[in-house]
């Protein structure tokens, strides 16, 4: 475990470093040049394990530094000449419209290049057409936000692949998606899903219901998106990996029906795992639950014991291994990942001192405010925002999610495949996940507007985000490998793996 602690840490930290400071090879080099001096110590010196781990964790800074700097490349010269110009590209879509309240962001690849075009909201495209866009060309820009921070707005979009803007322009499909697109085919499902639901629940508990299972905020309105920011809800109507998890039970027990070989049965649930991802999002939380959770699956097939903080270490390290930008420039990843290490390894702590409630309430509260606690420093920095209500808004919530998860689940596949024929059964199966809904709205609606329910910190000095955190590792550390389950315990994917999904989301 310490030996996993040192490279993630240690890649992390030179990610961390490389992508606040632009430096050369030098400081590079010289990392390298501690790295081996701590293995030469090793050699000689009695303490040969706290000098191994040393450079081990110096040699994962080096790494983390130069995997950064590959990472953090230029935008291509032949786009740059075009900039501020009226271009005229063809190209192909690459994601669901993201819908506004007055335009949409459809992201189009161009020649391998990422580009986001900001359209009107006339313009129908789907994932994986060919298309012809127009309009002029920017480079992405950091701004000031309304609380006086810069958000590094070009470097959030290059995190997700995006280099160009294109904007005050048109698009039109050239030609439809060929119909082997697998991400086509998989959009196509999420919009049948959410078209089901439209016709099982009136608006606006159709689009909550929508972004309870496979995310996104479309159509709620800007009013009731404030609530549910306000009152520290917003968590569940993004896709994060709090609905992995429950999507993760949810497959266990479906093939637990079944009398398939364990291998192929544990197979069949990571393939439909990565299937859920596939049609909600590929978003960062979610890939980072997903990882964890087939991590899960692997240790339950092969009749292993699963440590939650191993599985949250490993699950870092590969992705920023494959995308380092997500670090400093993702704040839903950092926010996915400080609630998970919260849960992980500060819920115990608080559980152990909440003697007088009751076992379900305990656990309830004590993974709740874990949460919360740890992601705290991250919101302050990033938006500011404290939320007074966060904690009893979410206790009235959370426990309902997994419930109206499946109403709105069972209500979308109704109205999928009966809404047409017999639109009065798609609306009579799709009431329990209305009550719920218009529950969710109503805690949002009524904590957001109690006296004093948030406030805007106007600046939160990042040195008191690292000081926070080194405060929480302090408190944490003694507990270790909390959510070590073994397989034969019943329920290994199930309780468990159901307290260490994610609350918190971008």
């Given amino acids: 475990m310490n030996a996993l602690i040192a490279i993630v840490s240690g ?16 400081v590079t080099a010289f990392v390298l040049l501690l790295a081996a001096l701590c293995g030469g110590a090793m ?50 879509v690459t994601g669901d ?26 313009a129908h495209v789907a994932v994986g057409d060919r298309v012809h866009v127009s309009g002029t060309l920017y480079l992405p820009q950091a701004f000031a936000t309304d609380n006086g921070r810069t958000f590094r707005y070009d470097k959030y979009l290059q995190a ?46 159709s689009a909550l219901a929508g972004g309870i299972v496979i995310g996104g905020k479309a159509g709620l309105g800007t009013t009731i998106t404030d609530a549910f920011t306000r009152s520290g809800l917003v968590q569940i109507i993004v896709l994060s990996g709090y609905n992995v998890m429950i ?3 949810w497959v266990m027990a479906f093939l637990a029906l079944f009398a398939l070989p364990r291998g192929l049965r544990y197979a069949a649930g990571g393939a439909g795992l990565l299937l859920f991802v596939g049609i909600a999002g590929v978003s960062a939380t979610a890939v980072r639950a997903a990882i964890m959770a087939i991590i899960a699956l692997y240790a339950r097939a092969t009749g292993r014991s699963y440590a939650a903080s191993r599985a949250l270490l490993v699950a870092v390290l590969l992705m920023l291994l ?23 390894w500060l819920s115990p702590i608080i559980e152990a001192r909440l003697t007088r409630l009751r076992p379900f309430l305990k656990n309830a509260v004590a993974t709740t405010l874990a949460a919360q606690i740890s992601v705290l420093p991250l919101l302050l920095y990033n938006i ?20 109206a998860m499946a109403a709105a689940a069972v209500a979308g596949v109704v109205g999928m495949t009966l809404g047409q024929l017999i639109p009065l059964a798609a609306v009579i199966i799709g009431l329990p996940a209305h009550l719920l809904m218009r529950y969710f709205i109503f805690i949002a609606e009524q904590s957001s507007a109690l006296p004093y329910a948030a406030f805007t910190v106007a600046r939160f000095p990042f040195v008191l985000v690292l000081a926070a955190y080194a405060a929480l590792v302090f408190i944490a550390r003694p507990v270790r490998d909390y959510g070590s389950l073994k397989n ?15 609350r918190l989301s971008q």
């Fill in 488 to 502: 034969t315990t019943k329920g290994a994917v199930g309780t468990k793996l159901h307290a260490q999904g994610v």
């Fill in 247 to 249: 999507v993760a039970e």
């Fill in 322 to 344: 494959y995308n380092p930008l997500y670090l400093v420039f993702d704040p839903g990843f950092d926010l996915s990942v400080a609630a998970t290490a919260g849960i992980i």
């Fill in 11 to 26: 890649f992390a930290g030179g990610v961390f470093l490389r992508s606040l400071f632009y430096f050369g090879w030098e």
């Fill in 384 to 403: 500011g925002l404290f939320s007074l209500v966060a904690l009893p808004a979410n206790l009235l919530v959370n426990p309902l999610v997994p419930l």
């Fill in 160 to 205: 997700r692949g995006v280099r160009f803007l294109i904007q005050f322009g048109s698009i039109y499909t050239v030609t439809p998606a060929p119909w082997y697109s697998v991400p086509a085919a998989l959009a196509r499902v999420k919009h049948a899903f959410l078209d089901g639901l439209g016709r099982a629940l009136p608006p606006p508990a």
């Fill in 43 to 92: 050699l000689f010196a009695e303490s040969r394990r706290v000098y191994s781990l040393a450079a081990l964790f110096l040699l994962c800074v080096a790494f983390g530094m130069v995997r950064s700097a590959i990472a953090d490349t230029p935008a291509p010269e032949a786009f740059l000449r075009d900039l501020r110009h009226r271009v005229s590209y063809t190209g192909t």
């Fill in 97 to 122: 419209p993201d819908i506004r309240e007055k335009s949409q962001r459809i992201a189009v690849e161009v020649q391998g290049v990422g580009m986001l075009a900001v359209m009107p909201l006339s």
